[in-house]
């Protein structure tokens, strides 16, 4: 039964071909008598994708969908519609802002401070040597220590960082993706610490490194071990920590890069094909981990667009998983996603002008049915954001939820001719682009053939060139600018936060059981040669205070490291 048949008796009172006819007279008469006397502002109008936006959109459009096989119910396969039946009416989305910089000891208190504010959910960022698995006194790690989100180096950084915060309580979610593993083992054995067993641990880790030999650059070991790495979590989680989403597959990056919103779907649900594919290829059974899996994705300023874009990533989703891999679990084939705002929107001038496009995007993560949500501060295409500019960030999303509306509702836009023709249109570019990657091989060998890199970069270069062109207008870059004074009150992280680790690594050092350092490496090594489960030895390793730096030198010796051997 087709869209159409159950709209009648409401807004449908004509049949296609009597509507057909009526389109045709108003589009070649009223509509273009106004454009000839009044020109249109664009030769064309499209979204990021190069998809045409039409004037004007009607039952027309979308008759070809059949409403329960294409939209169905929420909480139902498509999931067009969203995974719960009650989306927002039930609970708000997880309110995180993702924060983290110089110490654990001035991390902790700014997770403390936005809990107070009514967050619900923490997420972690770690600079730039933890996310490449080096300890903050190696040489590569100078003046990079806390300077991107907060140092890391052993399970006693880890207790700070979380000191006073019940684990218990709270959802977490850890971008980091090389060094996963490690991280979760230390999160883990803070629990520990607190009282909490694994089987209480809510969050996410992030642990997503096809995106980061794609788009990202935070790798350190080859695909074939990283992969391991990924699909031994995968196992060890679906007993020891089942409620962890173990992998965020990252739109967000790829977006970042340069990536259109279809390639933003085609390229992550790629990724998810790999990861899907290498754990069942391992032995495990789709349904044991498949419930867990989530994604991360980019919440761009075209609001119609990323609706459309969210909807049609969740029906490809549930059809991907059901009919590629034989899901019988409904959860294996629910598509949950966190969404962030889109950083690269942000301007260094007129830097207020970023609540306005947060709050856009926002909307649009909230209006697509998204799982959890950041909000971008208005400083932070300047600095790290300040405490005042994260608290406006968060009182965004409150008074999304709380005074918009938009949340009262289910899936309010559904049934909109354009947005279900662009969910469509979304969805069929984007499984023609996973069709291309299967052809090439799927996603590893598309990146290793540089496939993937090259579609995001010739995307990110036509994007800057409308922008250069003028055909682009971004409010206060490239028009409507004015005579600023310079930025105040940002936030900058002491170099001195340097020193500091490298000071608390040496009381670590000379404090800890070295011996027993030494065996749990050992060991860690000896595991890796083979094909056992890494988590347990990991586990132990953290457990007994041996370093980040230290474990991944130890797995760096065994798998080596990442050499991109791109060719376009």
């Given at each position: ?8 008796g ?26 000839a006397?009044f ?5 064309a109008f ?7 936006v ?8 979308i ?9 169905g ?6 999931y ?10 039930g609970r ?7 924060a ?10 700014r ?33 990079e ?36 593993s ?11 610490k607190q ?17 980061e ?37 990252s739109?967000y ?15 992550t ?18 349904d044991?981990?498949?419930?867990r899996l989530?994604?991360?994705f980019?919440?761009?300023?075209d609001?119609?667009?990323e ?8 029906r ?14 409904p959860?294996?084939m629910?598509?949950?996603f ?14 207020d ?8 995007q ?5 209006l ?8 971008n501060s ?11 500019s994260v ?27 354009y ?19 299967d ?10 053939r ?11 270069y ?30 900058k ?7 500091l680790?490298?000071?608390?690594l ?6 800890r059981?070295?011996?027993?350092v ?19 030895f990991i ?18 010796g ?5 050499k ?5």
């Amino acid at each position: 039964m087709r869209l159409s048949a159950y709209l009648k008796g409401g807004i449908v009172t004509l049949n296609q071909e009597d509507l057909k006819g009526e389109y045709g007279r108003w589009k070649n008469g009223p509509y273009a008598k106004t454009c000839a006397r009044f020109p249109e502002r664009k030769e064309a109008f499209k979204g990021s994708s190069g998809i045409e936006v039409k004037p004007l959109y009607t039952p027309l459009d979308i008759e070809q969908i059949d409403y329960l096989s294409d939209l169905g119910f929420p909480g139902e396969y498509p999931y067009a519609r969203g995974v719960q039946p009650t989306m927002y009416r039930g609970r708000f989305w997880t309110m995180r802002q993702y924060a983290g910089f110089a110490t654990a000891e001035e991390s902790n208190r700014r997770y403390k401070y936005l809990l107070e504010q009514g967050q619900t959910g923490l997420s972690v960022a770690f600079d730039l040597p933890t996310q490449i698995g080096y300890d903050s006194d190696h040489e590569l790690s100078a003046g990079e220590v806390g300077k991107v989100g907060v140092a890391i180096d052993s399970l006693a950084d880890m207790e700070t960082l979380f000191d006073g915060i019940p684990l218990d309580k709270v959802s977490t979610s850890m971008t980091i993706n090389a060094p996963a593993s490690m991280l979760l083992a230390m999160y883990i054995a803070v629990a520990e610490k607190q009282g909490v067993s694994a089987e209480k641990l809510n969050g996410t880790i992030q642990n997503d490194i096809l995106k980061e030999y794609a788009a990202r650059g935070t790798y350190i070991f080859p695909p074939k071990p990283s992969m391991r790495l990924i699909t031994n979590i995968f196992e060890y989680c679906s007993t020891a920590v089942p409620k962890w989403n173990t992998i965020s597959i990252s739109g967000y990056h790829i977006r970042e890069a340069g990536a259109t919103a279809v390639q933003e779907v085609a390229f992550t649900l790629a990724d998810g094909i790999a990861y899907v594919k290498a754990a069942v290829d391992a032995g495990l059974d789709v349904d044991d981990f498949g419930p867990r899996l989530s994604f991360f994705f980019n919440a761009h300023n075209d609001l119609l667009e990323e609706v459309a874009k969210f909807r049609a990533a969740r029906r490809l989703w549930a059809r991907i998983m059901r009919d590629r891999f034989g899901a019988k679990d409904p959860k294996s084939m629910q598509l949950r996603f966190h969404t962030q705002t889109a950083g690269c929107t942000l301007t260094a001038q007129q830097p207020d002008n970023n609540i306005v496009r947060v709050t856009l995007q926002a909307l649009a993560a909230v209006l697509g049915g998204t799982q959890s949500l950041h909000t971008n501060s208005r400083d932070e295409a300047l600095a790290l954001p300040s405490q005042d500019s994260v608290r406006i960030a968060l009182r965004t999303q409150q008074i999304i939820a709380y005074e918009s509306g938009v949340a009262d509702t289910i899936d309010p836009l559904a049934g909109s001719y354009y947005i279900e023709a662009l969910t469509d249109e979304i969805e069929r570019a984007a499984a023609d682009y996973i069709r291309r990657i299967d052809e090439i091989g799927g996603a590893p060998a598309a990146i290793e053939r540089g496939f993937i890199q090259a579609e995001i970069e010739e995307s990110a270069y036509c994007y800057q060139m409308e922008i250069e062109s003028g055909d682009r207008t971004i409010v206060g870059l490239n028009d409507f600018q004015i005579e600023e004074a310079r930025p105040s009150g940002l936030l900058k992280v002491d170099p001195a936060v340097g020193d500091l680790q490298c000071r608390k690594l040496a009381q670590l050092r000379a404090e800890r059981d070295n011996a027993a350092v030494e065996a749990s490496l050992a060991a860690l090594m000896q595991a890796a040669q083979g094909s056992d489960n890494l988590m347990p030895f990991i586990l132990g390793a953290v457990r007994a205070y041996a370093t980040l730096g230290e474990m991944c030198g130890v797995l760096r010796g065994v798998f080596g490291e990442y050499k991109p051997t791109v060719a376009y």
